[in-house]
């Protein structure tokens, strides 16, 4: 994993490249850690690293499968809203049953249907609006598949941020180093799926 995206020579290659990129921060930022290290929360925050891992996992998961059925809306979830928003607060815990081990996987199979739905989805595709979510706007109709992909990238890239302060917080490792020493780990998770393995 470089310390810097790829060239790009055009616009899908671009959203491809600093989506890879920004993915691939938590493979590295949660390189060596145990599951009590990657569970701990050792800043005023409450955030963990496998929490935020299990959060860009669904988030992605989220805004993809938008993405995914455009122009029209995913099917809608039949739970209780307060079911639903217990379950996106439970998004961001890494709970005791789970292990880094998991939350990297289920983050891998993520990145690469993410990857997979840039390369090959509509990017002008207009994406509903979901009226019924109390923090998307009113009055705003449709975005396009482009500002979906460019939202997941500055959401990816913003976690990323918080998961480097947790991470020095934890040991005082930080990202050039966890760069270099990730470079050896487990490679079928670095794999691009449009590169072979």
Avoid: C
């Amino acid at each position: 994993m470089p310390a810097l995206a790829s060239p790009v020579a055009d616009e899908r290659s671009a959203l491809r490249e600093f989506l890879a990129f920004h993915q691939s921060a938590y493979l590295a930022v949660s390189y060596g850690l145990t599951d009590d290290q990657a569970r701990s929360t050792p800043s005023v925050s409450t955030l963990s690293i496998g929490g935020l891992i299990k959060h860009v996992t669904g988030m992605q998961r989220s805004w993809m499968a938008r993405v995914a059925a455009a122009p029209e809306t995913p099917p809608k979830d039949p739970r209780p809203f307060e079911e639903i928003a217990k379950e996106i607060a439970d998004g961001h815990v890494m709970r005791p049953d789970e292990t880094l081990e998991g939350l990297l996987r289920a983050l891998a199979a993520q990145n690469a249907e993410s990857l997979r739905l840039v390369e090959t989805s509509d990017l002008g595709a207009p994406v509903p609006v979901p009226h019924d979510v109390p923090w998307f706007p009113k009055d705003q109709r449709a975005w396009s598949v482009r500002w979906v992909i460019l939202h997941v990238i500055n959401e990816l890239a913003r976690h990323a941020g918080h998961a480097d302060i947790i991470r020095e917080s934890i040991d005082g490792a930080t990202m050039y180093e966890l760069i270099a020493a990730a470079e050896n780990w487990e490679p079928r998770l670095w794999v691009r799926p449009w590169q072979p393995a």
